[in-house]
């Protein structure tokens, strides 16, 4: 079965700073990998997906097969930011997701 | 409303209460979804239906029963549930096949007295 691990549940930060919110999976196969954020008082909605290769609001997130790693990451963060990320995996293709448990972003002025 | 809507938003039932919730999509989608938000948990898939028919059921206990008529419409039928059965439950959407996004509703926060 597979697994997505975020192993840290708050991240907070001052604006202009790094981040990089972490997430592991853990599957046998070639999964797609997808980032999902919740704003607050809005709806879980799609972030960036690997297989797009895009960078969404100066995310991006890079898949390492061999760390079974989906980090995201933006060179300099905003106040809105600020938010419920999750990451979650979909192992055959067939819009099946698992999520991780979330992680929240919080980027101070 | 566009989009994916849910409701009703917040519900509160007794254990012997039967209700349902109610999920709607405009987006054209043939794959419909429901999952369950508990603190401290990651969100958990309960349900699946693609072109209206059940393709998963992630063990999921019978008190909670979908019903899925057309491909815009998505139920949840709730019976005897108990006091850890509240939570925050969402319906998405999607086309069934392929790494598609999926749209996600509202949500409806039920607690379970």
């Known amino acids: 079965a597979q697994r997505v691990t975020q192993p840290e549940k708050l991240l907070s930060v001052f604006k202009g700073a790094p981040v990089e919110l972490k997430c592991n999976y853990s599957?046998?196969?070639?999964?797609?990998l997808f980032w999902y954020v919740q704003y607050s008082r809005q709806r879980l909605q799609l972030l960036l997906r690997?297989?797009s290769r895009e960078s969404i609001k100066g995310f991006t997130a890079d898949l390492n097969k061999g760390e079974t790693s989906f980090h995201l990451k933006k060179p300099f963060a905003q106040e809105e930011d600020s938010a419920m990320y999750y990451c979650a995996l979909d192992a055959l293709a067939n819009s099946k997701l698992t999520f991780g448990k979330g992680i929240t972003l919080s980027v101070r002025p | 409303e566009t989009g994916v809507t849910q409701t009703p938003r917040h519900l509160v039932m007794g254990m012997t209460n039967k209700k349902s919730l109610k999920c709607e999509q405009h987006?054209?989608?043939?794959?419909m979804y429901w999952y369950k938000q508990s603190a401290k948990k990651p969100l958990e898939l309960m349900f699946v239906?693609?072109?209206?028919?059940?393709?998963e059921n992630n063990s999921v206990p019978s008190r909670f029963s979908p019903e899925c008529p057309n491909s815009s419409h998505l139920f949840l039928h709730l019976h005897t549930l108990q006091p850890e059965d509240s939570a925050l439950y969402l319906c998405a959407s999607s086309q069934p096949r392929g790494y598609n996004e999926q749209f996600f509703g509202p949500g409806t926060r039920l607690t379970v007295l």
């Open positions: 239906y693609n072109f209206k028919e059940q393709t």
């Open positions: 987006l054209g989608h043939n794959a």
């Open positions: 690997h297989i």
């Open positions: 599957y046998s196969g070639s999964p797609e």
